[in-house]
């Protein structure tokens, strides 16, 4: 089932649980807006190359538009609007004053030097301009992009709308970036594992970790885990997979990968199969990479107890059901990975403000709001009788429904 297949179902089975009415229910799936814009750049060698970009704006009932722009091969109108739809439950479910968009470019940033990335970066922003704003719609980075990134779509929106630092968040510390951001997703799925683990009277240290991806989320979980005395036992990204059963020294991973750019070779682990990585016998495992990896085709082999959604849709609903009937406890991703949406949102608080907070109160900020979260999904569970993603979904959905209600849907 493709990625938008996945989240209309969760959303019309978290819209039955709520009773919606029909055309509430059929308005609330249509996005709001999509935007498929071509972007030609020449390259460094002087040919010309084009590459199509999207940006889908889901929803605004609760506020502006909120989501990543994401660089992936893989990137499709389908997905940019599963992901976009994800956005609009996720910010609801963190209950900060956000709608949901995502927006993505279908090129492999790996192949393209960082000035090719700039000229790339420059003519989607140039392309989609008027259509994104401080009130309106607010990028930030996702899979392939980064704070750089945001600095260039910063640069490009101020030609044409004067300096507008809340424009875009994961922006750099010097342009008015949050302390704290960079590592917000990563530190809000650690808040999120501690609090589901203390229901089952489990605490991190001690328990093994297994993390798929070694990028922005993943390489912060993983840092922060073992911080926590997690062992984190096979780690895997693009370039290979690496485990120790003792627990790798995660600092020492991160040395080796910015040394060689790859996760090979690395002197205090063995290699192993990426595709066995998700089946590896643990406690915990954190999928931080793509959409879909955990499918029909193996979740019955899945052994890990618990499962936190770090990235965005990695289970399909056929896995969903297989691992739910072993008895797997799944975190979604609406709520597990919403740490970095809500630093963008102090983020785009402290730029409004012209005020910048410390680290210390923005990771304290985030503990509240993932904690709250928590109870509050904990809470439809009871009501609904669901499972974890049912009840971040009702949450959701039904936060996202009322403000669509009482701003005169009925009119
Ligand atoms: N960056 C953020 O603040 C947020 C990201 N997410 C989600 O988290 C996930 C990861 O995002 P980022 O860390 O930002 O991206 P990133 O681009 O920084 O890192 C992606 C990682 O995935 C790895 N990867 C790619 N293909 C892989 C494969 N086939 N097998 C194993 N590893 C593979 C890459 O090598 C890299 O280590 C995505 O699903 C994204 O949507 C969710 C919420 C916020
Ligand atoms: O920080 C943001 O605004 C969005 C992050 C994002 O794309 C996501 O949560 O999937």
Request: charged share 25%.
């Amino acid at each position: 089932m493709n990625a938008l297949a996945a989240t209309n179902r969760n959303f019309r089975l978290a819209s039955r649980l709520l009773g919606l009415d029909s055309k509430l229910e059929k308005s609330l799936l249509i996005p709001f807006r999509e935007i498929k814009v071509e972007c030609t750049i020449p390259k460094d060698d002087g040919t010309l190359a084009s590459y199509v970009g999207f940006r889908v704006q889901h929803d605004n009932a609760r506020g502006p538009m909120k989501g990543g722009i994401r660089y992936h091969p893989e990137v499709d109108p389908d997905e940019v609007n599963a992901l976009a739809q994800l956005m609009t439950w996720k910010t609801a479910v963190a209950d900060i004053p956000y709608g949901g968009a995502k927006g993505g470019i279908g090129c492999n940033p790996r192949d393209l030097s960082k000035s090719e990335l700039e000229r790339l970066t420059r003519v989607f922003t140039q392309k989609i301009h008027d259509l994104i704003g401080i009130h309106t719609d607010v990028p930030a980075p996702d899979m392939g992009t980064n704070a750089q990134t945001m600095a260039w779509i910063l640069d490009e929106y101020s030609k044409f709308h004067g300096h507008s630092p809340a424009v875009v968040t994961g922006k750099p510390i010097d342009l008015g970036g949050s302390l704290g951001r960079e590592a917000a997703t990563g530190r809000g799925v650690v808040y999120a594992t501690e609090a589901l683990l203390a229901e089952y009277g489990k605490s991190i240290k001690g328990m093994t970790f297994v993390i798929q991806g070694f990028g922005n989320v993943g390489s912060w979980a993983s840092r922060l885990i073992h911080e926590k005395g997690g062992k984190v036992i096979a780690v895997s990204d693009i370039t290979g997979a690496v485990k120790n059963p003792n627990g790798i020294d995660i600092s020492e991973l991160l040395k080796h990968k910015e040394a060689t750019g790859s996760l090979k070779s690395f002197s205090d682990g063995d290699s192993m199969d990426p595709n066995e990585l998700l089946v590896h016998e643990c406690d915990v495992l954190i999928p931080c990479a793509l959409g879909g990896v955990l499918n029909r085709e193996n979740a019955a082999d899945v052994k890990a107890k618990f499962i936190i959604e770090a990235a965005n849709h990695p289970t399909d609903p056929e896995a969903d059901e297989v691992l739910s009937k072993k008895g797997v406890i799944i975190l979604p991703d609406i709520y597990a990975n919403a740490g970095g949406v809500t630093v963008s949102y102090f983020e785009w608080v402290q730029n409004i403000q012209g005020f910048m907070w410390d680290e210390e109160r923005v990771n304290m900020e985030l503990k509240k709001y993932m904690t709250q979260a928590f109870h509050n999904i904990k809470n439809m569970c009871q009501t609904h009788d669901c499972s974890l993603r049912m009840g971040a979904f009702t949450l959701g959905v039904n936060r996202v429904a009322r403000a669509t209600i009482l701003r005169g849907w009925e009119a």
